[in-house]
């Protein structure tokens, strides 16, 4: 078919479908959809809690459980030793279908019939982890989230194969590392983007370098401040001199770091070995189009947060990966799936399931919430391969002649995501606001719904002022001092987080993990391209910055030639 110009349900911007686009959905046998990319990932990242945890008691073994639930939900939620346990039957709780009532309003009535998993997280692959969201295999962690194969790490997002670090966004394959943002190495502190790196401060989009201060697109370098060579024993005796263990040193650092970074030109867009393909923060990926945070992802488009290979021709998939193909209109979805159609958290070997959230080794399930190890289901009722089929031809059809129509006159026909109504979470608690942010009267104008914060109560026992200015003068019993960030939020200093504060020679931070998470996340590009041409040969490119930024602005082979 030829390319196709639509208006997006949602924000009413145009959106074009691509000839390659419509080849995918026919392959996928669905139709076209009618929100853009970007509405559509907003509206993926409503049904994903990954930050905010509550306590509260399980509902089948009463016990505490740390949950992306709160107690107000109108839900069941089983502690994650019960829910993965024996002590109940998901085919327990089920619906007969109903002809005459809307099919998403009988998915509503079934999320509150079955016990919900407290959080998403591989429960027999956790040691000592209690206090993470959306991982699998961590060891001594506390407060990571979208994190597998991780080993004493902190305040951590987006991290696969990370040993002894905290404060990292997006980073893989890491050790002793501190405050950074993508790359991969070993003690990188406070740095973006460096690549095979060693013992790097505050450096930036810096490849196969070490020991190196405040630099910015250096390559296989060693000894340099600021882009400046040093001698061994000249750099180690400035590195002192910086006092780096003092939060008053990282104070005045910060202030003229940023502004630093920015005299030198960016390449426009952060990747590294791809083929074929358009995005940010891309890497190993082949035919990938407008991707972002990805690895390995071939033959796809319009997917985000895709950490763990392989992933292969899946359209509008946020999370995950590992092994996933065939899959369009997800999110949290891998480890061995296919053919997964507008799904939340699919994961073990799930196949052909749609419309359905938390399945776990699953298939040829529709409509369905909180099944294991089940076949031919609809509504988490079973049926016979026979049945199955017809039922669901007559879902699809009812679907497409009585779409769902919600609050705000956006219409949900088969080929859809879910409906906004049917998230569990408010806005303001779901992965949304940290690549859209809206205030209260914003979300709630859209339709969306909005949670007041409740604020705990909790006693400050020291101020941020008197924390001491040297990491080397904080006593080991500083961990049972309460503190109070600016943003009102009361945060603590646990025990892992604090030996590697001593280990690193970095100072207490005196701002809570979800500030500190916010300002790395504003150092990034958000996942929306813009058209621009190269500053230096005017070459056409989409990239991450937009014409009004004022950075330099170079395609591949421009910004090679500047590269030192």
């Known amino acids: 078919m030829n390319p196709e110009t639509k208006t997006c349900q949602n924000c009413k911007n145009q959106f074009t479908i691509e000839s390659d686009d419509f080849s995918f ?3 996928m046998q669905v139709p076209a959809p009618t929100f853009c990319p970007q509405c559509r990932l907003q509206r993926r990242m409503m049904f994903r809690n990954e930050r905010v945890l509550y306590k509260r008691n399980c509902d089948l073994c009463h016990e505490s ?29 089920y ?10 309003e009988q998915i509503k009535e079934l999320q509150k019939r079955t016990p919900c998993m407290d959080k998403v997280v591989s429960y027999t692959k956790l040691v000592n982890s209690d206090y993470i969201n959306h991982a699998s295999t961590c060891k001594n962690c506390y407060l990571i989230f979208d994190a597998d194969d991780c080993e004493n790490v902190y305040y951590s997002t987006t991290a696969v194969n990370l040993k002894d670090c905290s404060d990292c966004l997006m980073m893989l394959n890491s050790e002793l590392s501190y405050g950074c943002i ?39 370098k060693s000894y340099h401040i600021f882009n400046e060579p040093y001698t061994k024993e000249e750099y180690h005796k400035k590195i002192k001199e910086m006092n780096l263990d003092t939060y008053e040193a990282h104070s005045e650092i910060q202030k003229t770091i940023y502004s630093f970074w920015e005299k030198f030109p960016r390449k426009y867009m952060y990747s590294r070995m791809n083929v074929n393909s358009t995005g940010n923060y891309m890497r190993n990926c082949k035919n990938a189009k407008e991707c972002y945070q990805a690895v390995h992802v071939e033959d796809s488009a319009y997917c985000q947060f895709i950490t763990m290979a392989p992933f292969r021709d899946c359209y509008d998939i946020s999370e995950w990966g590992h092994g996933a193909e065939m899959c369009i209109e997800a999110v949290t979805t891998g480890e061995g799936v296919s053919h997964v159609k507008y799904c939340y958290a699919i994961w073990n070997n799930c196949q052909n399931i749609e419309y359905s959230m938390f399945l776990i080794n699953c298939k040829n399930c529709f409509g369905c919430m909180n099944l294991r190890n089940k076949e031919y289901c609809i509504l988490n009722k079973q049926y016979t391969e026979e049945e199955y089929e017809v039922l669901r031809e007559q879902i699809i059809q009812g679907m497409t002649e009585n779409p769902y129509v919600d609050g705000m006159g956006r219409v949900f026909y088969y080929g859809e995501f879910f409906p906004y109504d049917l998230s569990i979470f408010a806005y303001n608690e779901s992965y949304a606001p940290q690549y859209f942010p809206l205030d209260k ?11 007041e ?9 020291i101020e941020l002022g008197d924390i001491p200015n040297s990491i080397h003068d904080v006593p080991d019993d500083f961990i049972k001092e309460v503190l109070n960030c600016k943003c009102g939020k009361f945060y603590k200093i646990v025990v892992g987080e604090l030996q590697l504060l001593k280990r690193f020679g970095i100072p207490v931070p005196r701002s809570c993990s979800d500030c500190r998470h916010m300002s790395r996340l504003n150092r990034m590009n958000m996942p929306k391209l813009y058209d621009r041409n190269c500053d230096s040969c005017g070459v056409a490119f989409k990239t991450g910055f937009s014409p009004s930024r004022p950075e330099k602005i170079l395609c591949e082979s421009c910004y090679q030639k500047e590269v030192m």
């Open 25 to 27: 959905y026919e392959k």
């Open 65 to 93: 459980a740390i949950s992306v639930l709160s107690t107000d939900k109108p839900y069941k939620v089983y502690c994650s030793k019960c829910w993965w346990g024996e002590g109940w039957d998901c085919g327990d709780y």
């Open 95 to 104: 619906l007969d279908y109903d002809p005459n009532i809307n099919f998403f």
């Open 182 to 220: 993508g790359g991969n190495g070993s003690g990188l502190y406070f740095s973006d983007n460096c690549i095979e790196c060693i013992d790097m401060w505050y450096s930036k989009a810096c490849l196969g370098c070490h020991d190196c201060f405040g630099c910015v697109n250096l390559q296989k």
């Open 441 to 451: 009267t914003q979300i709630e104008s859209k339709g969306f719904k909005y949670l």
């Open 453 to 461: 914060p409740k604020r705990p109560d909790y006693k400050q026992t």
